[in-house]
């Protein structure tokens, strides 16, 4: 946009309390949406959300959800996508002529740019992703990130009530640096998941119950996240390659079934350059060949 056009505001439905909260409309009442809709309620936003199919509808009518018609979309001032990422761009285009003029249209993809929203000539486009592993629309979103983007100021402050509005903590993430971003988001929730699977198999491997293996395993994950909330990564890191014990960890290589070994390698390779000077040189080297 050049600096001769004039920009699209939000302006006169920014507000600085609920009661003068925007119109919202989002796209989707699955588990992201859902949650979404249901934080705003509670917390007084006028919010209503926009289904396709039967079944989509019944679940938003259990949740206690309005349904948005026409006139909600041609006077919402923001409207929020939360489909698949595969579906930003046709739900883009096939709500643009529905939609106010005026009316910011948001995706909440994590891993893709403003440009996935396409052409919308003067109309605000943003990004509002929490960094939330919802599961449930029940699910709270209170105390969690969310990556906001914008190029429009006054969007970018209506994206920061919305977060405050449901209780997260916004950054903002270059549009350049977006795929990493989340990448690091993926493997903090998704990748946690899969590390937990891979534990438990290990455990199951000495004779544990997957319950068990799950009763065992997810105090212990939590404990090692309060260790790094506490003291940083460095300073939360514990085990065998931190202490620079080759022995337990060669012992560890010979017990694991391939497919479990071919995910400890790795990450202990990672620990072991977290681990700096606190591991002591002739300990780091047999660490180090053990784990190539």
Known sequence: MSPQRARPSVRSKVPGRAARAPRLVIVGAGRLGGALALTLQQAGWPVQVLVRSPEAR?????????????QALR???LCLLCVPDTDVAEAARALAPRLGSRTALVHCAGALALEALGEQGLRPVGSFHPLCAVSDARDSLAGHAVALSSRTPALLRALRQLARA???RPIEVPETGRAAYHAGAVLSAGGLVALAAAAVEALQTAGLSEEDALGALLPLMRSALRGVEARGLAG???GPVRRGDAGVVAAHLAALPPSVAEV?????RRALALAGSQVAP???AALAKLLE
Not at 264 to 268: E, G, H, I, N
């Open 58 to 70: 019944r679940r938003a009518r259990r949740l206690g959800l309005a349904l948005a018609d026409a």
């Open 236 to 238: 939360g890191l514990t």
């Open 282 to 284: 002739g300990a780091r």
């Open 75 to 77: 006077e919402a001032a």
């Open 166 to 168: 449901t209780q997260l």
């Open 264 to 268: 400890y390698r790795p990450l202990s």
